[in-house]
């Protein structure tokens, strides 16, 4: 098997992926807008006709569409495809506590398969390695993402799924998995874990883990690599988009390859909506040209990001993004968990009658994300014993878990103890260092 | 009858003690009771003052976070055996205790003070009045 999955995509020259992306990007946006009301009202208001769309040099005349376009049409507003040629349905978590869904037909879970197998190929693997996957399967993209991507490759896979570290160690030596993915963090937990149970990287045969759905740094990278005794490989993909595989690594490990036949990708000015030239650092947007039940069109991701075009080592002509240095909203992804502050006010607002001080602390320890939120007593929960206090101080954990999907620690302050400052309050402190 | 105790929220830092005390200290408040319920991270003190309301608009007015709870005050003999005996008239009327602690009032020197907080103070003051114990009131405080 050869160095690349799809060659000619992978490889296309810059005429022969515009002619494709246009020829695709037409297709799309006149079947978006006979099927879905919803796009074809946004179009209208916009002045903007299928027939404008010519080529990706009219790209920019689609209006944007963004998170809340999704919870506006949810559950199934923005689907282009009939409910019964989809085969699969994901979900991921949004700022309300309402989450957003996806949906795939076959054709859709094949172009997501191919891309995820040029990632996997891109690594190194080919149908005699072992793929470990660790990541959560479910709603969450990550696990089926990663299985459909290494049963593509005829790799062996090895659907371990989320939590039981010690028995994920014993699974990775005994089954000899050559190839693992989950997120980083979770890498340097098993790396830790191994060390506790005696087992050291040699006993393991990883050759290449494929890492994502958290930010991650460069200091991680050699840390994952040199415990772990493998390549670490970065993986960037939404469920919005499709999912991990949006883009992918090559051996170069600088930058990563967008699936642009599927994908148009463009920085935009989060101010203006202005689409920035090549090089410069902005807000990435997406527009899916080959998909049938979901593409959505010029998706702001409000990751900020640079692309550049240019000769990649490894032969590869896709585009490359840099690694998402930031955002522009105050999304916070802790431990792989998407977590907006709002939705930590209407929790505590629903709780009392006016919404208490509070402050988000996040830190990396011991390789896990810790997650604190101090939160000023109110007065209604001033009580003279103990536990009634530590009582509405469960009943605060239990509802901010349920509602976001993680346990946070509480800490109840002192009133007015928290930093006050003109204008927006300083919410979040978020004490990793997630950008080299 | 009962007696007003302030609980003030205390984070575990340091001087936080330290800052509340001289609060109480600058407004010449006597503190004539108190004990600390902690845990990791916070703490609850609470306090039996001279003037509760002087000190309630102290600390307030600081800032801190405070509530007022009726608790009682006994007097005990101080001899072994007699604070067995009162927690048996308050348990022969099913009346739980949730928590008491020691006072500094001592205006008689063979007996002792207790500050008490039951599930119902009337119950309790009853029981302790019909076994012929001695509650204070506020102005017994001074």
Redesign the interface.
């Known amino acids: 098997m050869g160095k690349y999955w799809n060659e000619s995509m992978e490889c296309a020259t810059l005429d022969e992926m515009r002619a494709l992306q246009s020829f695709r990007l037409q297709k799309t946006v006149k079947r978006v807008y006979a099927n879905v009301p919803y796009y074809r009202d946004m179009m209208d208001k916009a002045g903007v006709k299928p027939e404008d769309i010519r080529s990706v040099d009219d790209l920019h005349l689609l209006p944007f569409t963004c998170k809340q376009d999704l919870r506006d049409t949810y559950p199934y507003g923005l689907f282009a495809a009939p409910l019964d040629d989809v085969v699969r349905l994901h979900a991921s978590s949004g700022t309300t506590g309402k989450q957003i869904v996806v949906g795939y037909t076959r054709k859709d879970l094949d172009m997501w398969s191919d891309c995820v197998a040029r990632a996997l190929t891109a690594a190194g693997a080919t149908k005699s390695d072992f793929m470990h996957i660790s990541y959560g399967y479910g709603l969450f993209t990550g696990g089926l993402g990663l299985h459909d991507g290494a049963t593509k490759v005829g790799m062996t896979t090895i659907p371990v799924s989320s939590g039981n570290t010690k028995r994920q160690i014993t699974i990775l030596k005994d089954f000899g998995s050559t190839f693992i993915c989950c997120t980083p963090s979770y890498a340097l937990y098993l790396a830790e874990t191994m060390k506790e149970m005696g087992v050291s990287k040699s006993d393991i045969k990883l050759k290449a883990g494929i890492f994502g759905a958290e930010a991650w740094t460069e200091q991680m990278r050699k840390e994952i690599e040199d415990k772990l005794g493998c390549k670490a490989m970065d993986i960037y993909g939404l469920t919005e988009i499709t999912g991990p595989g949006v883009a992918f690594e090559c051996e170069c490990q600088n930058g990563m390859h967008i699936n642009e036949d599927n994908f148009i990708p463009e920085i935009i000015d989060p101010d203006t909506g202005e689409v920035l030239p090549e090089g410069s650092e902005g807000e990435l947007v997406f527009t899916c040209i080959n998909k049938e039940a979901f593409p959505i069109l010029r998706y702001r991701t409000k990751d900020i990001c640079v692309l550049e075009r240019e000769k990649c080592a490894c032969g590869r002509t896709l585009i490359k993004m840099r690694k998402p240095r930031g955002r522009t909203d105050d999304m916070l992804i802790i431990r792989g968990v998407n977590v907006f502050p709002s939705q930590i006010e209407s929790v505590l607002l629903s709780l009392g009658d006016t919404a208490p001080y509070y402050q988000i602390v996040v830190d990396r320890k011991n390789n896990t994300d810790t997650f604190e939120i101090q939160v000023e007593l109110p007065e209604h929960m001033l009580s003279d014993t103990i536990k009634t206090i530590e009582d509405m101080e469960a009943k605060i954990t239990e509802a901010l878990h349920s509602t976001l999907g993680i346990q946070p620690k509480i800490r109840l302050v002192e009133p007015k103890s928290l930093p006050r400052s003109e204008g927006k309050a300083v919410r979040v402190i978020d004490k990793r260092k997630l950008v080299d | 009858m009962t007696v007003k ?1 302030l ?1 003030v ?3 575990n830092r340091p001087g ?1 003690l330290s800052a509340i005390t001289r609060l109480l200290g600058d407004a010449n408040i006597n503190i004539r009771a108190m004990s600390i ?1 902690d ?1 990791k ?2 703490g ?1 003190l ?1 306090l039996i003052v001279d003037d509760a309301e002087k000190a309630l608009k102290v600390l307030k007015d600081e ?5 007022i ?1 009726n608790v009682l005050v006994l007097r005990i003999d101080d001899r072994p055996g007699s604070l067995a005996q009162a927690m048996n008239a308050l348990y022969k009327d099913n009346i739980s205790v ?2 008491m602690y020691a006072a500094f009032i001592n205006t008689e020197s063979n007996t002792a003070c207790l500050v008490l ?1 039951v599930d119902d103070n009337d119950k309790a003051t009853v029981a302790l009045y019909d076994s012929g114990y001695k509650l204070l009131s506020q102005n017994e405080l001074g």
């Open positions: 105790q609980s929220f205390v984070e936080r319920a845990t991270d916070f609850i609470r800032g801190c976070s405070v509530t709870t949730e928590y907080r």
